[in-house]
């Protein structure tokens, strides 16, 4: 399974973005999908993850209400749809494949991130 994530830019405060991640390769269905980010000086976090096949989800938290999951399974690719920004979700996003999981241990496939910046 490969990874290609996409849509990442620079935006006002309170503007909107939607990542994308493409995945390649036919094992792909058998994997959870999640979203992390890491800004700058910080550890990496995680954001929000869904299954392939049940289509079910868990978001962060800090980005609940703001940020929502989603996936096509027509084109293999998990988006994330990213509400009212902020200046501290600035950061590089990272799409993962591995378990349903919070913790980026379990993940065993990584994309190359895509960055988001959002300006005050």
């Known amino acids: 399974v490969q990874l290609v994530e996409s849509g990442g830019g620079l935006v006002q405060t309170g503007g909107s973005l939607r990542l994308s991640c493409a995945a390649s390769?036919?094992?792909?269905?058998?994997?959870?999908m999640g979203w992390f980010r890491q800004a700058p000086g910080k550890e990496r976090e995680f954001v929000a993850v869904i299954r392939w096949r049940a289509g079910s989800t868990y978001v962060a938290d800090s980005v609940k209400g703001r940020f929502t999951i989603s996936k096509d399974n027509a084109k293999n690719t998990v988006y994330l749809q990213m509400n009212s920004l902020e200046p501290e979700d600035t950061a590089v996003y990272y799409c993962?494949?591995?378990?349903?999981?919070?913790?980026?241990?379990?993940?065993?496939?990584w994309g190359q991130g895509t960055q988001v910046t959002v300006s005050a």
């Open positions: 390769g036919r094992t792909v269905s058998r994997y959870a």
């Open positions: 993962a494949a591995g378990l349903f999981s919070t913790t980026e241990t379990e993940y065993d496939i």
